[in-house]
């Protein structure tokens, strides 16, 4: 069972926009700051979203994330096929003194 | 253009020493940090640990008293080491470039999966 919460699931039809969730604690995302992942089917993770809200180049602006308290969101608006992925949440955690991931939501595009 | 990629024993032995080298090109390792990330097949991601660019180490308390990670510059490569290994080791290992925040892993590998069977 992982520190950080997700939803193990997701889904949105194309052009909607669809919110994942994670949870944590004090020691974790209430302290630190939050990044995501996406990892496309049979593919390495790729870094999404990093310090709670920051997008690395290339990754369009229909992603976004945010941060309140001890949880974090990612919002991904104008829903597209190619968007079908697992999505990781992840922090460091200063009671274990260690990078803690989310369980992972697996979005589906219907 | 930065580039990660694992390379190791596709399979290995229970009680045995899990063995992998991260091959970086474009960048120099003595300018980053680096860590290891795995994930058993149809699970989530689990960290392993972090080199930083002195040698220093950071590894998950779960497989610290197993893992072992050094860095070779003059290769600009940086390996990792897991002995006692079960069949519950079973994973894709993933090396990865640290950004400058403990969990922004900018740059993967491609991962290779490691197999723990007799």
């Known amino acids: 069972q992982s520190v950080l919460t997700q939803p193990p699931s997701a889904s949105g039809t194309p052009g909607q926009r669809v919110t994942i969730s994670c949870s944590g604690s004090?020691?974790?995302?209430?302290?630190?700051?939050v990044h995501w992942y996406q990892q496309l089917p049979g593919t390495a993770p790729k870094l999404l979203i990093y310090v709670n809200n920051q997008r690395p180049s290339g990754v369009p602006d229909r992603f976004s994330g945010s941060e309140s308290g001890t949880s974090a969101s990612l919002a991904i608006s104008g829903l597209q096929s190619e968007d079908e992925a697992d999505y990781y949440c992840?922090?460091?955690?200063?009671?274990?003194?260690?990078?803690?991931f989310g369980g992972g939501t697996k979005l589906t595009v219907l | 253009q930065v580039q990660l990629q694992e390379s190791g024993p596709g399979l290995v032995k229970p009680s045995e020493t899990l063995s992998l080298t991260c091959t970086v090109s474009?960048?120099?390792?003595?300018?980053?940090?680096w860590s290891w990330i795995r994930q058993p097949p149809g699970k989530g991601l689990e960290w392993i640990g972090h080199i930083y660019y002195s040698g220093n180490t950071n590894y998950n308390p779960s497989l610290k008293s197993r893992v072992t990670m050094s860095l070779d510059t003059s290769k600009n490569q940086f390996s990792l080491k897991l002995s006692s290994v079960t069949a519950a080791d079973t994973a894709v290992y993933y090396c990865?470039?640290?950004?400058?925040?403990?969990?922004?892993?900018?740059?993967w590998g491609q991962g290779t999966l490691v197999t723990v069977s007799s």
């Open positions: 992840a922090t460091w955690d200063d009671t274990l003194n260690g990078v803690i």
């Open positions: 990865a470039r640290l950004g400058r925040n403990w969990a922004d892993f900018e740059y």
């Open positions: 474009g960048d120099s390792i003595s300018s980053y940090d």
């Open positions: 004090s020691s974790n995302i209430g302290t630190n700051p």
